[in-house]
């Protein structure tokens, strides 16, 4: 593990002494990444082409990790606001995973990638509308990138009809399966409460709301200066706190998916939950969370 760790840190050009809490939770995502390709080669070749959602959500839990590793390598170079967007991120790939798996995965697959199509068409279309209200020489400019996007679009529906000519000969499909609402997702897999107690937080960046304008002017305008370094600290651990909780939840993720393709996975993979947890609880009993 040391090793992963000293070579994450050699390729991304950073130094965590200052920051031991982080290394943990860097060894633990790590650790578990590499849980998962440990348990990934105990699948057989022909297991996997039999089940194509397989492939699908493990390069979903990849970009999960990508994000991970965003977020702590953001916090690392003391860049917490971000660290919160790929913490975000990762958590909304983990639910989708989660969500997918919980249920009938070769119609919830593809209700996920006919989801996306279906949204890009609206997009193209809006953008035309948008287009109507410009000059004509603004028109002019946009009008080829508008065709381009639609050849493209051709192709992805021409995909997705491949891509459900396929999964239905492995499986049942339901073609008409609905994807449902970000919440509703949460709430479906039984995580409604980390809907509302921390994904809601981490969007706070995403969306750029008022809490982070409103913390500053609090903070500037609180007279009394030990409290505010408090708060200041506080702060700055509750953000920690939360790419910890992501770095759990993705690493959850991993065990579900590991259990649903009935994948060996090593006790390395608990450990690196069990050590996400510890790192959670770390800062929340320093707060008195």
């Given at each position: 593990m040391a090793d992963l760790v000293a070579a994450f840190l050699s390729e991304h050009e950073l130094r965590m002494e200052w920051w031991p809490w982080g290394r943990a939770l860097l060894a633990a995502f790590l650790s578990g990444r590499e849980a998962l390709s440990v348990a990934m080669a105990t699948s057989s070749e022909a297991a996997m082409e039999k089940v194509p959602s397989f492939g699908v959500l493990h390069h979903l839990t990849e970009r999960a990790a990508e994000h991970i590793a965003g977020a702590i390598v953001c916090f690392a170079t003391?860049?917490?606001?971000?660290?919160?967007?790929?913490?975000r991120t990762s958590f909304e790939v983990g639910v989708n995973v989660r969500y997918i798996v919980k249920g009938d995965r070769n119609s919830r697959v593809v209700a996920w990638i006919k989801h996306y199509v279906m949204q890009d068409e609206k997009?193209?279309?809006?953008?035309?509308k948008a287009l109507g209200q410009l000059s004509p020489s603004e028109r002019e400019i946009g009008t080829p990138r508008i065709g381009v996007r639609r050849r493209v679009h051709a192709l992805r529906r021409s995909w997705l009809s491949a891509t459900e000519a396929e999964f239905a000969q492995?499986?049942?499909l339901n073609v008409n399966e609905p994807w449902p609402s970000i919440i509703n997702r949460f709430a479906l897999i039984g995580e409604a409460v980390a809907y509302r107690t921390t994904y809601a937080r981490l969007s706070s960046q995403t969306h750029a709301d008022a809490e982070d304008t409103l913390s500053y002017i609090f903070l500037s305008s609180y007279g009394d200066g030990p409290a505010l370094q408090q708060m200041a600290e506080e702060n700055i651990a509750f953000r920690q706190y939360l790419i910890g909780y992501s770095t759990h939840f993705y690493l959850e993720t991993l065990q579900q998916y590991c259990d649903v393709f009935s994948l060996k996975a090593p006790p390395a993979l608990q450990d690196?939950?069990?050590?996400a947890l510890w790192s959670m609880r770390e800062v929340a009993d320093q707060w008195n969370w």
């Open positions: 003391k860049n917490a606001a971000s660290a919160e967007v790929g913490a997009q193209i279309t809006e953008w035309e492995v499986g049942p690196a939950v069990d050590a």
